[in-house]
């Protein structure tokens, strides 16, 4: 038997890195797909000249094309439902639907569609593409532009779900995103596109989809989060520090398919678990991830599992926004509750 | 409306020619090509009827009526042109290449029918309704992308008119001038609902006018009509002037599907006036001189033996495989669905 030489790959040249906001790496993760991808395309309502509501496309119509970054009509079925088209024929679409709120006229192309071309084929098509919204609330938009539907998603068999919380995440989910043979959302946490920025990598990277990140080291509780959350979280994070309590801090980063090991591993360590987010509490990923827990870690468990979200109510007109949302006086709530139980 | 208009016709009910402007293009190699094909997809269909009332088949939608439609307009197409089908098409769908074994094996519920064969682009059946029409123009939109001449056909009913992705899908290829051919079969019933009571306009064609862009009424039953009008087009769309909608008036003569009973819904008169599109085939043939009874005789014999060969190869088809169940809902399954998959096999091996 032949021997294979390994052959490692040698870095072309330095790295260098650019400081990004979220929306930003967003944007730069685009740039790099459009550049070294000629299949890669862009729709979406107000993407081209406009740049996007939150200017997550600036500039790349300019630079690549009305070809390429195309300003569609206003219609959020027709957006999924031609890129489903393009995806079948050889291109890699980028969907960008404005706000989560306004993806439910594609909801059926998505469910019945996106989701299920390779599962109907046996694999003969299948639909390589990326659907990007922002999502959240807490930045008084209007009525409606602010929900969190994750779980609509999540339970759709046949796409891949991820949601940042930091800029070099973003650029390396989208990029991992869109080399996926499969259909993946990303939901973009409208709350925090401009909230920090950190070193991202120029050119291409991927961060891995499935994976979550293990965000500060802790002993006493494991705190379970994603997007927007990531910020009260570490906020009651520093509290509860204050009060001697060690906390553990998850990023899921990946919402569908969840990385169970990283969940298990932080709870069979702390023995407790508060999970955070601002989707609805029935029906909410909280569950399934409660049952992860209880499916690994049931007998590591020290106190029943706290799960800290929005209500089951719509998401508020802003004026009652902050109500709703997840605050780290509720985090920290939570956190003392499994922790004196 | 009805003025502007008007039904296409090439032959009326009797079989005479009355577009003689067509004279030339209908030889005997096309006139018989158009009638063997519309035979072949109808003794499939009442095939199929039979099979699911001897219960050796699932719940069919049968399209007996509609062959002119269906065979007229899958013959337009180049080989290498897309074909987006609802669930009532399969006849345009076997005579524009699909596999018969598989399409039976479709309608017995098996996901091995909805694979087209290789190099076919032929997308699985659309079971919502009009969610197909956004699809086909962005496949085309891909092919005027990569500069090609191909085109694409998208089918849908009546009913599917009302629907926001008929406006989507239309919309995008006018606004994209991409090379779609919108294909109307109007066969008046939208399962129990008349034509009447789902729009208030006097023709779907009409509805071109919305989008800019022509819009064609053609007698659904008069097979030369349907291909010559898909014909031109999908010669319109290769040649870059974008999408048509056409609307091929039809009837459906059977029921929805073989779960539904028309007599419900549909006074037993109705459609009593219609020439069905072999008869009329049939009758333009005898009066030009290309009806051949042992041509007829011949093709027959094939296309039974067809059919019957089909129906034994779909019946000893190896049995669904549990394992596909789980092994084609992503490329690499996620290990979630890698436990479920073994803890169920697991659970199928303890007996």
Redesign the interface.
């Known amino acids: 038997m032949a021997m294979e030489m390994e052959v490692k790959d040698i870095p072309q040249k330095k790295e260098t890195t650019q400081f990004l906001t979220i929306v930003q790496a967003v944007n730069d993760g685009m740039k790099t797909l459009l550049e070294t991808d000629d299949t890669v395309m862009i729709l979406g309502e107000d993407i081209g000249k406009n740049g996007g509501v939150f200017r997550a496309t600036e500039g790349l119509q300019e630079k690549f094309g009305a ?1 390429r970054v195309i300003d ?2 206003l ?1 959020e ?2 957006i ?12 890699k679409p980028i969907a960008e639907i404005q706000f989560l709120g306004f993806i439910y ?1 594609a909801y ?2 998505i469910m ?2 996106v989701s299920r ?10 639909v390589p593409m990326v659907i990007r919204a922002p999502y959240g609330a807490g930045i008084r938009s209007p009525e409606i532009h602010s929900d969190s539907t994750e779980t609509l998603f999540t339970h759709m ?2 796409i ?1 779900v991820v949601c940042p919380s930091t800029p070099y995440d973003a650029k390396g989910l989208l990029i991992a995103a869109m080399e ?3 259909p993946v959302l990303m939901l973009e946490p409208m709350k925090s596109y401009r909230a920090k920025r950190e070193e991202v990598p120029t050119g291409k990277y991927t961060v891995e989809i ?1 994976k979550g990140k293990k965000v500060k080291e802790g002993t006493d509780v494991t705190l379970i989060a994603w997007g927007a959350m990531m910020t009260v979280v570490e906020k009651a994070a520093e509290q509860a520090e204050k009060k001697g309590i060690s906390c553990e801090i998850i990023d899921l980063r990946t919402l ?3 990385d ?1 090991e990283i969940i298990a591993e932080s709870v069979q360590k702390t023995g407790r678990a508060v999970i955070v987010h601002e989707a609805q509490l029935t029906g909410g990923l909280g569950n399934d991830i409660v049952s992860i827990i209880n499916d690994t870690s049931f007998l590591y468990l020290r106190a029943p599992i706290e799960r800290v979200t929005g209500f089951d109510v719509p998401v508020p007109f802003f004026a009652l926004e902050e109500d709703f949302l997840p605050t780290p006086a509720r985090v920290v709530e939570g956190i003392e509750k499994v922790v004196h139980f | 409306m009805n003025t502007q208009y008007p039904i296409k016709r090439i032959i009326d009910d009797e079989g005479n020619l009355i577009d003689a402007s067509y004279q030339d293009q209908l030889n005997e190699q096309l006139v018989k090509d158009l009638y063997y094909h519309m035979h072949r997809i109808r003794t499939f269909d009442r095939k199929a009827i039979s099979l699911q009332r001897q219960g050796r088949l699932g719940t069919y939608a049968p399209f007996e009526g509609q062959e002119a439609s269906q065979v007229g307009s899958a013959l337009a197409l180049n080989a290498d042109d ?1 074909m987006f089908p609802t669930y009532r098409d399969h006849g345009a769908k076997l005579t524009f290449g699909a596999d018969m074994m598989k399409t039976y094996l479709y309608w017995n519920g098996r ?2 029918g ?3 064969p290789e190099g076919k682009k032929i ?2 059946p659309a ?2 309704i009009a ?1 197909q ?11 005027k ?2 500069g090609t001449k191909n085109a ?1 056909i998208a089918y849908f009913g009546d009913g599917a008119t009302s629907e ?2 008929f406006h ?2 239309l ?2 290829a006018s ?1 994209f001038q991409v090379p779609v051919v919108f294909f109307n079969q109007n066969n008046r019933y939208a399962i129990s609902v008349p034509i009447e009571k789902q729009m208030n306009s006097e023709t779907i064609a009409q509805k071109a006018v919305a989008y800019g862009i022509p819009g064609v009424r053609i007698d659904g039953n008069d097979c030369f009509s349907v291909y010559f009008e898909v014909k031109k087009a999908l010669e319109h769309a290769r040649n870059g002037n974008g999408p048509t909608l056409l609307e091929a008036v039809t009837w459906r003569t059977g029921a929805h599907t073989t779960a539904d009973d028309p007599t419900k819904y549909r006074p037993e008169d109705q459609g009593k006036g219609i020439v069905e599109p072999l008869l009329r085939m049939e009758r333009f043939m005898k009066n030009n001189g290309y009806w051949d009874e042992a041509w007829l005789a011949e093709i027959d014999e094939k296309i039974k033996a067809e059919v019957e060969a089909a129906v034994e190869a779909m019946e000893s088809y190896p049995k669904a495989n549990v394992e ?1 169940l789980f092994d ?5 399954m ?4 890698a436990d479920q998959k073994e803890s169920y096999l697991a659970h199928l091996r303890r007996g």
């Open positions: 070809d569609t009509p219609a079925a027709g999924i439902g031609t890129s489903v088209g393009l995806a079948v024929n050889g291109f006229p059926e192309q019945t569609h071309i390779r599962m109907r084929t046996m694999g003969h098509f299948s068999p046949g891949k996926d043979p499969d499935g569908y398919p969840i169970r | 897309w996901v091995e909805c694979v087209p997308f699985p079971v919502p969610t029409l956004p699809h086909a123009a962005g496949a085309a939109w891909a092919e992308r990569k694409a926001g992705d989507e899908g919309n995008f606004v596909d084609h809902v992503y490329a690499n996620p290990l979630e669905l």
